[in-house]
């Protein structure tokens, strides 16, 4: 079946550090792949996605490419700040279908 | 649009109540998923429905769990009788086909004591 795997957390960065959080997937064909972010007491908000191989997802400093031949979708940002401590999910889905999320990565950074 | 709406934020129980979670999914979305969230096992994908019909609900954990979905614009999701290992948030999510995003409500805190 399809399934996604994430590196396992927690991960803790002091502020402007770079981050990479690895995701891997497998599917039968080519999902549409994203991230999701959760800060503490709130729900899952989509921070980028990717529908193709090869399609680059950004937003708010972080990117993530989809990349077929490693299936993977790892996601980076150069410079972290404090208020990007949360938990992240890596997911993927068809049309049609519902998500199906890693087990999270919880990101803390520090002063 | 003011987003997928929840309800309750939290509730608490006790053991042996009917407990019912609410939802108002992004009008327009046509996908409706619940999902259950402990630190325990992560996110689980209960159910979810498609024009209102259940889709897939083999994610539902015991037949004490059950989901509607009436029209478009509502859903409930019921537990009878609750258990304490019934705690964690529930989340309710939407979107449409072409878009295989989703999109979250804030969730419901459910504790059962």
């Known amino acids: 079946g399809n399934s996604v795997t994430q590196m396992e957390g927690p991960v803790t960065l002091s502020e402007e550090a770079f981050l990479t959080i690895n995701c891997t997937y497998t599917a039968t064909g080519y999902p549409s792949l994203f991230w999701y972010v959760q800060y503490p007491g709130e729900g899952l908000q989509l921070l980028l996605k990717?529908?193709?191989?090869?399609d680059k997802g950004s937003n708010k400093g972080f990117e993530a490419t989809y990349r077929k031949e490693t299936t993977s979708f790892h996601l980076e940002k150069g410079s972290v700040q404090v208020s990007d401590s949360a938990v992240y999910f890596c997911?993927?889905?068809?049309?049609?279908?519902?998500?199906?999320f890693g087990k999270g990565t919880s990101l803390l950074v520090t002063p | 649009d003011a987003g997928v709406i929840q309800s309750p934020r939290h509730e608490v129980t006790e053991m042996g109540q009917e407990v019912t979670l609410r939802c108002k999914p992004i009008s327009g979305h046509d996908y409706l998923f619940w999902y259950r969230q402990t630190m325990m096992r992560g996110l689980e994908l209960l159910i979810y429905?498609?024009?209102?019909?259940?889709?897939?609900d083999s994610g539902m954990p015991e037949d004490r769990f059950s989901a509607k979905m009436p029209n478009a614009s509502f859903s409930t999701l019921k537990i009878q009788p609750s258990e304490p290992r019934d705690s964690a948030v529930y989340f309710c999510?939407?979107?449409?086909?072409?878009?295989?995003?989703?999109?979250f409500g804030q969730g419901t805190r459910l504790t059962v004591v």
């Open positions: 429905f498609n024009n209102n019909v259940p889709i897939d």
């Open positions: 990717a529908t193709k191989a090869d």
């Open positions: 999510a939407s979107s449409t086909f072409r878009d295989t995003e989703a999109f």
């Open positions: 997911a993927l889905s068809f049309s049609g279908y519902a998500l199906n």
